[in-house]
């Protein structure tokens, strides 16, 4: 599965995912998306085939839903929140590594999420 990390989270992210083999992009690496709407980015990532992480439900979900309703394809969302994975707390990031990794190594095909919706498991060791 192909992955576009949303903007709230650092570029770090995407890098250590990709030396870990799995190709991730973050918004933020890209000139194209940094401060891009919402829909843009979800256009973008409809276009490359790839699945957004982010913790903006409030806004993807629609997003998502309104493709759907127009028999249009997405390549997934994978959710999360600043509960399960505090963007404020050190070893976060670690653990979004870790979950990541886990959870692209278990989709990996391109379409393993198309037109879905899952929730990041909680993993509660760094990477």
Request: charged content about 30%.
């Amino acid at each position: 599965m192909k992955l576009l990390v949303d903007q709230m989270w650092p570029a770090t992210l995407a890098d250590r995912l990709r030396k870990r083999g799995h190709d991730v992009v973050a918004v933020i690496e890209r000139k194209d998306l940094t401060h891009a709407a919402d829909d843009m980015v979800f256009d973008t990532s409809r276009r490359e085939e790839r699945a957004v992480f982010t913790e903006n439900v409030r806004d993807y979900l629609p997003l998502a839903t309104d493709c759907l309703g127009r028999s249009e394809e997405f390549f997934g969302l994978i959710l999360t929140s600043d509960q399960s994975y505090p963007r404020g707390h050190s070893r976060t990031l670690g653990r979004v590594v870790v979950a990541l990794d886990r959870y692209l190594i278990e989709h990996p095909p391109t379409d393993a999420l198309r037109n879905g919706i899952d929730w990041l498991p909680v993993v509660n060791r760094p990477a």
